[in-house]
């Protein structure tokens, strides 16, 4: 198994070698629920454990991801003096895995906890009052280890194979809600906003160069996804300029 094929020796692609190729796709959210049950099934799960509402928090992940969820989650309960692992294990662990764990020794000060809170209800605000946007399910402040002094989380109603320019570009605004929010509050601009800001561009470029969305160049393709279902490169089919 490799995800670069393109560095393999043509040799050992040649018919009657490695002639055949099995892509393997990230679950959708049915395979999500499947793989979930397959990695529970030595796992004494309590009466409230919906393996659905984890499926659907986690798009993208994949078996590896979905595996070491219920992994933590049977540590947070065995952590806890459980027999049980309960809903709120796999959430958590779940949070684990997005953004680490909690990290406790990492005391903030009252103006820093008020700037994250307001950036994160700005996140959660503009998700509110926008169409196209998926429902506000968490928002925390309680820093992670790995980097995050804060997230909201959001997860989409159902699953999604198309997305359209409306919410597109409604995800930028939500994406740079929190900047706006520190803005608006407390006349800031601080560095709690840079993944939002990467994030943002690379949407904003995907939307110009790949998907055609812009009125400017219309239809061209500026940039060309290699290996779509491996590593996903973009190559550039233009400069800059």
Request: aromatic share 4%; charged share 30%.
């Amino acid at each position: 198994a490799t995800n670069r094929p393109e560095i393999l020796d043509k040799a050992l692609l040649r018919p009657g070698r490695f002639d055949r190729r099995v892509i393997v796709d990230r679950p959708d959210l049915k395979g999500r629920i499947d793989i979930l049950k397959v990695h529970s099934k030595g796992v004494k799960l309590g009466d409230d454990v919906n393996l659905e509402e984890i499926a659907k928090s986690t798009p993208g992940a994949v078996g590896a991801d979905l595996a070491n969820i219920v992994n933590e989650a049977a540590l947070r309960a065995v952590k806890h003096g459980r027999e049980f692992v309960m809903q709120e294990d796999l959430r958590e662990a779940v949070e684990v895995i997005i953004a680490g764990k909690e990290k406790k020794d990492r005391i903030l000060s009252p103006m820093e906890k008020r700037v994250v809170a307001f950036h994160e209800v700005g996140h959660a605000l503009v998700a509110a009052l926008l169409d196209k946007t998926d429902p506000v399910h968490k928002i925390t402040i309680v820093p992670r280890t790995m980097g995050a002094l804060g997230y909201t989380m959001q997860l989409p109603e159902e699953e999604k194979y198309l997305v359209s320019k409306e919410e597109l570009t409604s995800q930028i605004m939500v994406i740079l809600g929190g900047r706006s929010a520190e803005e608006e509050v407390f006349n800031l601009v601080s560095t709690g906003a840079s993944n939002d800001i990467e994030r943002a561009t690379q949407t904003a470029r995907s939307m110009v160069t790949i998907y055609g969305m812009t009125d400017k160049f219309d239809m061209m393709a500026l940039e060309s996804v290699q290996n779509r279902y491996l590593d996903g490169r973009a190559v550039r089919e233009c400069s800059d300029d």
